[in-house]
């Protein structure tokens, strides 16, 4: 049985991010340490679990990218939070097609789980695929760094406005082993930080991911310093949302956020225009903002599955429409999904965004 006392880590109460944080990926009792959260028998499944035809896709759009930056003879890619490893090993399928391209690439596998980073060596079985905890291995030839749904499972802190005061979310441990809500004066560093950001102005309840622009921090350098971008796709919005948006996952329906801590998914929507702004300001371009269902459809997928379908049965033609629908389907994931890409080069002719 898990307690609560063990994402406490023997504090009395902790900020939303560093409490959620501990949920996720404590190595003994962290949902992300325990089991394999894909699929049916998991909780939540993600598109390229839905379709292989989101992950040729992104295979594509990764050739044409070398070939905007000039076809380099070295082209570093970095798949953020593999998941089960699924996608990478379509790209590799793809990739073999593509002869100049596949001698050009070295992929980076860059995960924090151990027990998702063995399901990923399971399924991926290939010399040119290396798993790291950080990107100082990276030194020669641009770099594209992509994550699907990379962005969403980062912990973020909460902030309330009050009386021009802004007060963070922690959240605390009873005598009880009850956990409740508390609001703490926000550190001067967190107020500063947010303060640069145009997107947070106005709003009177503010989320803030720290701990992922830290992360996007250390790949912008990479970026910088190489060439290439960063490509992000995830479930998010544009429009400032002002509210929670920290939501839990339980076999596929919806579980109250402080309930099977530990065995249940937490994640958080993504705020685009605030990705947007943080790139900019970090010297980026970055292309607009699109759906997934535009980005998808501009790359092709549904010709690709119109060719495909013609040698198929009228069974796994169905089969085939059906999980389209789920990747394009504006009422599914074709709008609520979100795609950015942030880059450094003289060239901006990459596809999927206009």
Do not use: C
Request: aromatic share 12%.
């Amino acid at each position: 049985m898990i307690s609560n006392k063990n994402f406490f880590n023997n504090y009395k109460a902790l900020p939303a991010d560093k409490f959620i944080e501990n949920v996720l990926y404590n190595k003994k009792f962290g949902y992300y340490s325990l089991k394999s959260p894909f699929g049916k028998r998991g909780d939540f499944i993600t598109a390229p679990g839905i379709s292989n035809l989101f992950s040729e896709i992104i295979g594509i759009w990764l050739i044409t990218t070398w070939n905007s930056l000039g076809r380099p003879q070295k082209f570093n890619i970095v798949e953020l939070g593999p998941g089960d490893g699924s996608l990478t090993k379509i790209l590799l399928k793809t990739f073999q097609q593509f002869p100049k391209f596949n001698k050009a690439i070295n992929i980076f596998l860059y995960e924090k789980s151990n027990l998702l980073k063995n399901l990923q060596k399971k399924n991926i079985n290939n010399l040119k695929v290396k798993w790291i905890k950080n990107f100082t291995n990276i030194k020669k030839g641009p770099v594209i760094f992509f994550g699907n749904e990379f962005f969403d499972a980062i912990p973020i802190k909460q902030f309330s406005r009050k009386r021009n005061l802004l007060m963070e979310k922690y959240y605390s441990l009873s005598k009880r082993n009850k956990i409740g809500e508390i609001y703490k004066k926000a550190s001067s560093a967190d107020i500063l930080q947010i303060k640069k950001f145009k997107i947070l102005k106005n709003l009177k309840f503010i989320e803030f991911p720290k701990l992922g622009l830290n992360e996007l921090n250390k790949m912008i350098k990479k970026i910088s310093k190489l060439e290439g971008g960063l490509l992000l796709i995830d479930y998010g919005y544009l429009t400032a949302k002002n509210k929670n948006t920290l939501q839990s996952l339980v076999k596929h329906k919806h579980n109250k956020l402080l309930d099977n801590l530990g065995k249940a998914d937490i994640t958080s929507l993504v705020n685009f225009n605030l990705l947007n702004e943080y790139f900019i300001k970090n010297d980026l371009k970055v292309k607009k903002v699109v759906t997934q269902k535009f980005f998808l459809e501009k790359m092709g997928i549904i010709e690709r599955a119109n060719n495909l379908s013609q040698k198929m049965s009228f069974k796994e033609q169905s089969n085939l429409y059906l999980r389209l629908k789920r990747l394009l389907d504006r009422k599914l994931m074709g709008n609520l999904f979100k795609v950015i890409f942030a880059y450094k080069s003289k060239k901006d002719n990459f596809l999927g965004f206009e």
